[in-house]
């Protein structure tokens, strides 16, 4: 069974930067790309960014260009996604997910999820 | 930007069938996945690849795509499937949902 716990969420000032992390259980992830989705309160789910599993191909929705970084570390079976220049439309949970077949595949497994609130 | 059109909302009797479209433009030429989605929990795939199942999926929900609409099928609709569901596509190297669709088992 393919566990992903994401950690590294909390509450931030606008403008400021938060790291989430995502660490993978009974699956190597080296072997797949990973996707981080988020979902404001209330809200439907709204794809972010993709790294492929070698780390080299990543793409991110237009929402968060500029601001957002996906990485990874396969030594240390984990993705991540750095965030800067954060606003209150970022408010959001934030699931990581693996990629089915490629890298712009289907999510088969996807964490719990990491509530990330951007309040002054 | 591309977008997926999904009903609001969607009701459907025990044990019969709901369908939940999702309208895209050329939507036929990608591959779409549905995801549902209960209450305080994670997204969960349903379909993939506009008809394939994962496994431990039942066989009441099925997937199609045709022309500009893919459509998520519930037969036999039971209590339990009362949740949102998300159609999900590609466009442009960038990841698209729709809004979702609440289905309601009355």
């Known amino acids: 069974q393919v566990q992903l716990v994401e950690s590294g969420g909390g509450v931030v000032q606008p403008g400021t930067s938060l790291r989430l992390s995502c660490a993978a259980a009974a699956i190597t992830l080296r072997s797949y790309a990973m996707h981080w989705v988020r979902q404001a309160p209330g809200k439907g789910l709204e794809w972010v960014a993709v790294?492929?599993?070698?780390?080299?191909?990543?793409y991110y929705a237009g929402s968060v260009k500029g601001r957002f970084t996906i990485s990874r570390d396969n030594s240390k079976n984990t993705v991540y996604l750095q965030m800067d220049s954060l606003s209150a439309e970022d408010t959001a949970v934030y699931y990581c997910?693996?990629?089915?077949?490629?890298?712009?595949?289907?999510?088969?497994?996807w964490g719990q999820g990491a509530l990330v609130t951007v309040s002054s | 930007s591309y977008e997926l059109t999904q009903p609001p909302s969607v009701s459907v009797s025990p044990g019969q069938t709901a369908s939940i479209p999702c309208s895209g433009d050329?939507?036929?030429?990608?591959?779409t996945s549905w995801y549902q989605q209960k209450p305080g929990q994670s997204p969960v795939l349903v379909t993939y690849q506009d008809n394939k199942r994962p496994s431990g999926i039942p066989e009441r929900f099925s997937g199609s795509s045709s022309g500009n609409t893919a459509t998520l099928t519930i037969s036999g609709t039971q209590a339990m499937d009362e949740a949102d569901y998300y159609c999900q596509t590609w466009d442009s190297s960038a990841g698209v949902f729709g809004a979702g669709t609440k289905v309601t088992v009355l």
């Open positions: 997910a693996k990629d089915g077949v490629g890298v712009l595949g289907h999510f088969d497994s």
């Open positions: 790294i492929s599993d070698d780390g080299i191909n990543k």
């Open positions: 050329k939507l036929n030429y990608k591959y």
